[in-house]
């Protein structure tokens, strides 16, 4: 069964550093990846969203890159900030079009 | 502008009660969805509606019913709440079941 996979300990990073996270899949060729923020007691909130013929998409200060010969994805973070601590979260869509989410790994930026 | 809005946002249940939980929205999206929430694991897909009038099961559809009761609105009915049932329930919307999906702010239910 298609199956995804977020490092499930939280991610401690000093401030200011680059945070990486990673989601990997198996047994699915999606055509999308998404990316999602979650903060305590909230629901999850879209960052990002990258193409299987992506590579890398950016927005400020988050990349992401898809490699689909390795089957991940890596979330990156520059310049980190306190304010970035949550979970963040991802999904791909699978061949009926519906959303498999990984379990999310906590990010946490010390100052 | 509220975007996607849930009730209640707390609900504690018996086993065998029965509830509804609501959900609208005010964006104008066609596609609407229920999802639980549960520690350890990732959001799984109960009921999905993909416009009005349509709603089809998700991965874990047992023990829930759906009624998508007009473009704004879609709701999750528990009708015999069991333990296994404790969770946190989320909507969420989206325009393609690839693009982007809006959530709302949950319902955290406890069945005892």
């Known amino acids: 069964s298609q199956k995804i996979e977020q490092n499930s300990e939280a991610l401690n990073i000093q401030e200011g550093k680059t945070a990486t996270l990673t989601c990997n899949y198996t047994?699915?060729?999606?055509?999308?990846l998404q990316w999602y923020r979650q903060d305590p007691g909230r629901g999850p909130v879209f960052l990002l969203l990258?193409?299987?013929n992506e590579k890398e998409k950016r927005k400020e200060r988050l990349k992401v890159t898809f490699d689909t010969t390795l089957k991940q994805s890596l979330f990156h973070i520059t310049a980190s900030q306190p304010a970035d601590s949550a979970t963040y979260l991802c999904a791909l869509a699978d061949s009926n079009y519906q959303l498999i989410w990984g379990a999310g790994t906590k990010l946490i930026i010390k100052p | 502008n509220a975007g996607v809005t849930q009730t209640p946002k707390f609900q504690v249940l018996k086993t065998g009660q029965s509830m509804t939980l609501q959900c609208a929205q005010d964006m104008n999206h066609n596609s609407m969805y229920w999802y639980r929430q549960d520690p350890g694991m990732g959001l799984r897909l109960i009921y999905y509606s993909a416009s009005e009038g349509t709603t089809d099961k998700g991965e874990v559809p047992n023990g829930y019913n759906v009624s998508r009761l007009n473009k704004r609105e879609f709701s999750l009915r528990l009708e015999s709440a069991a333990p296994s049932q404790t969770s946190v329930y989320f909507c969420?919307?989206?325009?393609?079941?690839?693009?982007?999906?809006?959530f709302g702010p949950g319902t955290r239910l406890l069945v005892l």
């Open positions: 047994n699915y060729s999606p055509a999308y």
């Open positions: 990258i193409r299987e």
């Open positions: 969420a919307i989206g325009g393609l079941p690839q693009e982007t999906q809006y």
